[in-house]
C-alpha cells in the first residue's frame, strides 16, 4: 500500500491528520506506533483545533525532521538545508490546495475552533476535505524524503 493510501486510511480510522501522516511513517522514523501517535497528537485540527498551520503539513514536517533533520544547533549548513527542504514542501503543499493554514483550507472564520472534535461519520467526510490533505502530504513527503 502507498504511503498516501496508508495515511488516508489511517485518518478514516479517527487519527487526527497529524497522526495520519506521522504514522504512515512509523516503521521509516524508527518509531513505534503509540509513539508516533502521541508526538503528533497535538497538531490536529490545524494544533489543537487552533486552525493554524494545517496537522497534515504538520506531520509532513514532523516526519521530514525525523528522517532529515540536523541535530546539532551550530551545524548552520545541516540547519539550512533542513529548513529548505521545509519550505520546498510548503510550497508544494501550497501548489497543490492554495495554503498551508488549516481555516483556509477548510474555510472557516478567523480563531481557535470549540476544542471538542467532531464525530467522524460519512457526514463528516463528505463536508470535510481532509482526507485528501493527508494524502498529499503523504505523497509530498514521500517523494521528497523516502527515496
Known amino acids: 500500500m502507498s504511503k498516501k493510501l496508508k ?15 506521522v504514522l504512515a511513517f512509523a516503521e521509516e522514523m524508527n518509531m513505534d506506533e503509540k509513539t508516533a501517535a502521541k508526538l503528533s497528537s497535538s497538531f490536529g485540527g490545524g494544533m489543537g ?25 551550530d551545524d548552520d549548513e545541516s540547519k539550512a538545508e533542513h529548513y529548505r527542504l521545509i ?9 497543490k490546495n492554495k495554503t498551508i493554514i488549516c481555516r483556509e483550507l477548510l474555510d472557516l472564520q478567523e480563531g481557535p475552533d470549540y476544542f471538542i472534535p467532531e464525530k467522524r461519520t460519512e457526514s463528516y467526510y ?12 503523504a505523497e509530498l513527503i514521500e517523494s521528497y524524503v523516502i527515496k
Open 7 to 21: 495515511a488516508a486510511s489511517l485518518f478514516r480510522e479517527g487519527y487526527n491528520c497529524a497522526q495520519s501522516v
Open 49 to 73: 483545533r487552533l486552525r493554524e498551520v494545517c496537522g497534515a503539513v504538520s506531520g509532513m514536517f514532523l516526519v521530514a525532521g525525523m528522517i532529515k533533520g540536523y541535530e546539532y544547533p
Open 87 to 95: 519550505q520546498s514542501l510548503a510550497e508544494e503543499f501550497k501548489a
Open 126 to 137: 463528505a463536508a470535510r476535505p481532509c482526507e485528501k490533505f493527508v494524502a498529499d502530504a
